[in-house]
């Protein structure tokens, strides 16, 4: 089993900040990409930010100069730093992974459950 708990969403006025982490647990061989999606009401899942093992990144440009993104490899965690919250970026937020369980296999896509994210005022 593999698992990705997210922590670290809530409520937050507009020009706040939030930082929302996850860990992932369970058989684990290596952690490729690791990254953060967004899924608002009545709108498709889009992806915020990513990150590969070397701390290579990208952002959606909605994001840039706003939010950062982290990982420790060791730890086989990813952490999203949110500054300058707008309320368009209230959605609820999932974090994925690319993970290899076994030597011999090909990594595959897990998600975490989401958590909420709500900017206003």
């Known amino acids: 089993q593999v698992q990705l708990v997210e922590s670290g969403g809530g409520l937050v006025q507009p020009g706040g900040s939030l930082r929302l982490s996850c860990v992932a647990s369970?058989?684990?061989?290596?952690?490729?990409?690791m990254g953060w999606y967004r899924q608002a009401p009545g709108r498709e899942r889009e992806l915020v930010a990513d990150?590969?093992?070397?701390?290579?990144?990208i952002y959606a440009d909605s994001v840039k100069g706003r939010f950062t993104i982290s990982r420790d490899n060791a730890k086989m965690t990813v952490t999203l730093q949110m500054n300058s919250l707008k309320p368009e970026d209230t959605a609820v937020y999932y974090c994925?992974?690319?993970?290899?369980?076994?030597?011999?296999?090909?990594?595959?896509?897990?998600w975490g459950q989401g958590t909420q994210v709500t900017v206003s005022s």
């Open positions: 994925k992974a690319n993970i290899i369980r076994y030597s011999s296999d090909r990594f595959r896509d897990y």
């Open positions: 369970g058989t684990i061989f290596s952690v490729i990409d």
């Open positions: 990150i590969n093992p070397g701390g290579r990144t």
